[in-house]
């Protein structure tokens, strides 16, 4: 059984930062793109950031030149360093990821989320 666990939300001022971490563990062969979404209340869940086994990112427009997404293959983690946040920023982030379990095809999964709020 795949789990992803997330962590390192919290409540910060604006112009803050944070670094959320995700990490997937149990039977896994391969994991391909590995993101991170974000829902915040009465809104759709949005891509933030997503990377692929060969380190190809993409961002939100709204994220670009503030959040950076990066990877430890080694490790099976994501990570999602957030700086000059915003209250925009606010909602609950999870990660996600494609990979592929010995007795499973190739399918998504999803964290449990983590709340990032930003307020003075």
């Known amino acids: 059984q795949v789990q992803l666990v997330e962590s390192g939300g919290g409540l910060v001022q604006p112009g803050g930062s944070l670094r959320l971490s995700c990490a997937a563990s149990g039977s896994i062969l391969n994991i391909y793109a590995m993101g991170w979404y974000r829902q915040a209340p009465g809104k759709q869940r949005e891509l933030v950031a997503v990377?692929?086994?060969?380190?190809?990112?993409n961002y939100a427009d709204s994220v670009k030149g503030r959040f950076t997404i990066s990877r430890d293959n080694a490790k099976n983690t994501v990570y999602l360093q957030m700086n000059s946040l915003k209250p925009e920023d606010t909602a609950v982030y999870y990660c996600?990821?494609?990979?592929?379990?010995?007795?499973?095809?190739?399918?998504?999964?999803w964290g449990q989320g983590t709340q990032v709020t930003v307020s003075s």
């Open positions: 990377i692929t086994s060969d380190g190809s990112t």
């Open positions: 996600h990821t494609d990979l592929k379990s010995p007795l499973l095809p190739r399918k998504p999964y």
